[in-house]
């Protein structure tokens, strides 16, 4: 599932943008999901209750009260593997695209060649961060959480929770077949219903693991695995 945004507040721009992508996506066979924006505002609010839910985003640069180069810098902040592309009717801000990390610069009307290349680099792109980031949805929405944002997973019954620094996500799924999947990261089993990656863990003591601001049950089987982690995270740091 690739997830899309576009943020422009010039509607015929916004609908020609969508409908030449979905033309692609559907040609290319490829599941996605496409959100409008209309303003930098609107698109800010929505990005922090749902961050980790969008890969790329198409962002007019000239726009109302704040405009896309002051969105794309406030995103960065809190996300820093999402692929900007700049669009917009002008070529003054070709530069400045590079100070937010930009994947790439359009000027209006987008050409079919080269949101085609940008499709493919975005999708290269989450296959060079597979390693690191972590990749599961609930229903429709589909979410990459960067490892190092996790602080541990949780099971309950058939629901895991991923609890990071920004939000927690919830999934159905099984606490073995997720430890399975976070390969290139340093995660570590100490219960039966926790997984905690071993940056996270502030101290063990006794039966409890600090981990953030939250004191976590450590059975007796996992103690010695959970200091060894616990040890090459201090060692790497």
């Given amino acids: 599932m690739l997830s899309i945004a576009i943020c422009d507040d010039n509607r015929e721009s916004r609908l020609s943008l969508r409908w030449l992508l979905e033309s692609i996506l559907e040609r290319q066979g490829l599941e996605h ?9 609107t698109l800010l609010s929505w990005m922090h209750k749902h961050p980790n839910e969008v890969d790329l985003l198409f962002l007019d640069i000239e726009m109302g009260a704040l405009n896309g180069m002051e969105t794309a810098r406030t995103l ?7 692929q900007i592309v700049f669009v917009t009717g ?5 530069f400045d695209g590079y100070g937010v990390g930009a994947l790439d610069y359009l000027l ?6 080269q949101l085609e290349s940008i499709l493919s680099r975005t999708l290269a792109k989450r296959c060079q961060d597979a ?4 990749s599961c949805h609930s229903g429709d929405i589909w979410y990459r959480i960067p490892y190092r944002e996790i602080l541990y997973f949780a099971s309950d019954r058939r629901k895991i929770h991923c609890i990071t620094t920004k939000r927690n996500y919830e999934f159905y799924g099984k606490l073995d077949e997720v430890a399975q999947e976070l390969t290139g990261g340093d995660f570590v089993r100490i219960h039966q219903r926790y997984l905690v990656r071993a940056d ?35 060692l790497k740091g």
Avoid at 33 to 41: L, T, V
């Fill in 200 to 234: 996270a863990i502030g101290q063990i003591c006794g039966n409890e693991v600090q981990v953030g601001t939250q004191t976590l049950p450590i059975s007796r089987s996992c103690h010695e695995q959970a200091l060894l982690a616990l040890t090459r995270s201090a």
């Fill in 108 to 113: 209006k009307p987008a050409k079919r060649e």
């Fill in 131 to 134: 390693g690191q980031v972590y």
């Fill in 90 to 94: 002008f070529s003054d801000y070709v």
């Fill in 76 to 82: 960065r902040a809190d996300h820093d593997i999402l």
């Fill in 33 to 41: 999901i496409i959100y409008e924006f209309s303003a930098g505002e």
